[in-house]
């Protein structure tokens, strides 16, 4: 997972992650890939930090629906 322009390790960006889940869709950046293809379904195939981050961005959509922000 290639870092976003002007992304800050550590740091979400609250507002742009809930614009993407209340289209409908995962953020992309938070989708793992290798070699252009998407192994967001297929942890065996991602990397320590690809599966820890997936892990962060889910336990945070869960937060976000227990809130009622989507």
Not at 28 to 33: F, G, Q, T
Not at 34 to 51: A, E, K, N, S
């Amino acid at each position: 997972m290639d870092p976003r322009a002007n992304a800050v390790p550590g740091r979400v960006d609250t507002a742009t992650e809930l614009t993407y889940l209340r289209a409908g869709a995962d953020a992309p950046w938070e989708r793992p890939h290798c070699d252009g293809v998407d192994i967001t379904d297929r942890p065996d195939l991602q990397t320590p930090y690809q599966r820890h981050r997936r892990a962060e961005y889910v336990s945070r959509v869960e937060g976000y629906r227990e809130r009622g922000l989507i």
